[in-house]
């Protein structure tokens, strides 16, 4: 089965750090472009950070820039997230999705979504 | 960042109705748009992508329309399994953008 399991969530001091990962398995990861979207419980979706197939080209969120990492590990079919200066409102569900471009025309949606792990940052 | 305003943010309906929900983008987006849908406790599931193209092994009372700023979501014929929160995104440009939702309930 095509799954995304992500992993690393806890509870953390504002100013601390947290890696989270996401563990790929039922496809071939390498090919594919990998993201993070977060929600915050009760909320909608926000979009973090991209990095494709390759990990060449990276983009984030404005909200994370400078204190959040994405980067990836092929031959290990995993997907990371560091994260530092932890604040109050990075708390949230953080997702990890698979992005699936359908054509040469760049239409790409997030085809699959891991289950999510949770994200506590205390003041 | 474009952004994306749904509307309604919560719609009552019965099983059987017929339903609409929109989306408008604060640029033109082509139909670089996708809906989801989100059960509680649950990550979000594709549903349309390209505006209009349904997403493989989704029931065929779910429909996409628009280009440009404006977009709908149809569901013909609500199912008891339909009631749920449903997102657009565009992916035109980054950052990818999300509406707010529109949560659907039972009437």
Aim: proline share 3%; glycine share 10%.
């Amino acid at each position: 089965d095509v799954q995304l399991v992500e992993s690393g969530g806890g509870l953390v001091k504002a100013g601390g750090s947290l890696r989270l990962s996401c563990a790929a398995s039922g496809f071939t990861f390498s090919v594919y472009s990998m993201n993070w979207v977060r929600q915050v419980p009760g909320r909608g979706l926000e979009w973090v950070a991209s990095i494709s197939s390759s990990g060449n080209y990276i983009f984030y969120g404005n909200s994370v820039k400078g204190r959040f990492t994405i980067s990836r590990d092929n031959a290990k079919n995993s997907l990371f997230l560091q994260m530092a200066s932890l604040r109050a409102d990075d708390t949230a569900v953080y997702f990890c999705a698979r992005e699936l471009y359908y054509d040469s025309r760049g239409y790409s949606a997030f085809d699959i979504w891991g289950h999510g792990t949770v994200v506590t940052v205390s003041s | 960042d474009i952004q994306m305003t749904q509307s309604p943010s919560s719609l009552s309906a019965s099983v059987g109705d017929r339903v609409t929900i929109t989306c408008r983008a604060s640029q033109r987006i082509g139909v670089f748009l996708n809906w989801y849908q989100q059960k509680p406790g649950k990550a979000p599931s594709l549903l349309i992508y390209g505006a209009s193209s349904l997403q493989n092994g989704v029931p065929s009372r779910f429909s996409g329309s628009g280009s440009g700023t404006d977009f709908t979501l149809t569901i013909s014929s609500l199912q008891p399994e339909d009631f749920a929160t449903y997102y657009c995104q565009q992916s035109s440009s980054t950052p990818d953008t999300f509406g707010q939702g529109t949560k659907l309930e039972i009437k």
